[in-house]
């Protein structure tokens, strides 16, 4: 992972916020590189959600509209949507450090005879075993192997033997605090005046925007149930330890579809769409093998989900998570709960009416497939950083090609005076189909090694043959093997090539 992160930074895939005055934790700016794969996967999936969308269980393409909601709402949205009120995580102090801990992923490594001898230590969810026996260490512990100690969330160990427990960066144990209820919502004031009337917040998912868009959307629209309204956009979130890079931080972006439904055919499109989710996923190159799916277990279930059909994560297996998996997206059934919620708080009737029989009244329920634009790029880089001793480089970056950044690369052999207008003239004849580099200086052998760490599918070569044919060498990623075609043939390999992989 410590890789990944540095050839993120090196390439200008992803940067640390602020970084000239030290950053600022949990937020991460998007480099030239980064901006470009988080756009093609966020413009594949408002396509594959809105413009062309899936085909429906009837053989007809559903139903989907898009919205693009404010990110400060009324504040009593909040208070409906049972966010002011539960938006909370458990966390522990430190009263060594200072230091604050969310309670569940703040795990004991407790002896099997449950000896108090040495203090207990403890690790944070996420750290590999090379850290956890760091820790094993640091508490005094001569068996350093993790697998030898019962491991327990701290929340789940009881408040009588904190007095054992060592902070994961205390130097004395029993510093740690009972867990205590901690709200995620950035808090702001909108106005001149800073009052509790003007209390206002940065919103925490942006599901709720589309509920209380949902009557706008169905008065305005030709939509009929059942339909779907798409948002992707930022969420804001006060995580007490950001971490894992940018797979858990303060602002990040969502892309999350509501379904309304009849409650009789809730099942029906819930297993509906756990399939065309993990479809979409392995559609932009992940493979199998490092995605999952996993039911909640009931003490994981949101208020929303409780008296439903639950909830079930696709989960893929990043380098910090490994051998196990961390969420990645959620299909959610959230019941009829937000919109009995708005209606009851905000007094407006959002029931929907049949529109062939003014009788037929009911509350839609939703289906909501959520997921993480910014966790979703992570994965694309994870899965596609490939080791490749064979190469300059060293290694590459396997994107599937819809996805990665640039499409080719135009490389003049050399920067003589007949190789640069006639790669230039290419880069010129294509640039409007896709995004191509031209890169005009330095070795050709650093020029390949720069675009496999970008990841860059294609490379096409100027050269003296150029000249004289009007022929270019293509040189592939994943293979390094070359080619020869007709400048005038790029265009169309591209697209045949692109199109065929994606």
């Known amino acids: 992972m410590k890789d990944i992160v540095s050839l993120c930074k090196r390439r200008g895939f992803i940067f640390a916020a602020s970084e000239i005055y030290g950053g600022i934790n949990g937020f991460w700016d998007y480099g030239p590189l980064g901006i470009e794969l988080k756009n093609n996967l966020r413009d594949r999936w408002w396509k594959d959600m809105v413009i062309t969308p899936p085909i429906g ?19 009593k949205a909040w208070v409906a949507s049972g966010h002011v009120g539960g938006f909370s995580d458990p966390m522990v102090d430190c009263r060594e450090t200072k230091k604050r801990y969310r309670a569940d992923h703040l795990f004991v490594m407790v002896p099997e005879d449950k000896s108090t001898e040495k203090p207990w230590a403890t690790y944070l969810d996420g750290e590999e075993d090379s850290e956890k026996t760091k820790r094993l260490k640091k508490a005094g512990h001569k068996n350093t192997d993790p697998a030898a100690y019962q491991t327990t969330e701290i929340n789940r160990l009881g408040v009588e033997n904190y007095k054992y427990v060592l902070g994961p960066d205390a130097k004395e144990p029993g510093t740690l605090t009972e867990p205590k209820a901690f709200n995620l919502m950035f808090q702001t004031y909108v106005g001149a005046m800073q009052s509790e009337d003007s209390i206002a917040y940065l919103r925490p998912e942006t599901a709720q925007g589309i509920f209380l868009n949902y009557k706008n959307v169905l008065d305005s629209s030709r939509v009929r149930i059942p339909f779907g309204i798409a948002q992707i956009g930022k969420a804001f979130r006060n995580e007490v330890n950001p971490r894992n890079f940018i797979f858990r931080s303060r602002e990040f972006e969502q892309m999350e579809l509501e379904w309304f439904c009849h409650p009789d055919e809730a099942k029906m499109w819930r297993d509906f769409w756990f399939a065309e989710r993990q479809r979409f996923w392995k ?5 199998s093998d490092n995605l999952q799916m996993r039911d909640h277990d009931s003490d994981e279930l949101s208020h929303y989900a409780k008296a439903g059909l639950g909830t079930a994560d696709i989960e893929y297996r990043f380098p910090f998570t490994a051998p196990g998996f961390g969420e990645l997206e959620g299909i959610a059934h959230r019941c009829d709960f937000d919109l009995t919620q708005h209606q009851e708080h905000s007094g407006v009737k959002l029931e929907y009416m049949d529109p062939t029989d003014s009788k037929i009244r009911y509350m839609p329920h939703v289906i909501e497939p959520a997921a993480g634009l910014s966790r979703g790029v992570l994965a694309l880089i994870c899965e596609a950083y490939t080791v490749d001793a064979n190469r300059p480089s060293g290694i590459y970056l396997n994107f599937h090609p819809a996805m990665a950044p640039k499409k080719a690369a135009i490389l003049p052999l050399t920067a003589k005076e007949e190789h640069v207008p006639l790669a230039q003239k290419l880069y010129m004849d294509i640039r409007e189909d896709f995004a191509v580099d031209l890169d005009i200086k330095q070795n050709i052998g650093k020029r390949y090694a720069r675009q496999d760490e970008i990841g860059t599918p294609f490379c096409f070569t100027v050269d003296n043959d150029t000249v004289n044919d009007q022929t270019v060498t293509v040189r592939e990623r994943n293979t390094m093997a070359q080619e020869r075609i007709h400048m005038d043939k790029v265009r169309d390999f591209l697209h045949e090539n692109i199109k065929k992989r994606g």
């Open 57 to 75: 269980p009837d053989g007809s393409p559903v139903e989907i509209v898009g919205v693009d909601s404010a990110i400060i709402q009324n504040p």
């Open 283 to 287: 559609s932009v190159g992940l493979s």
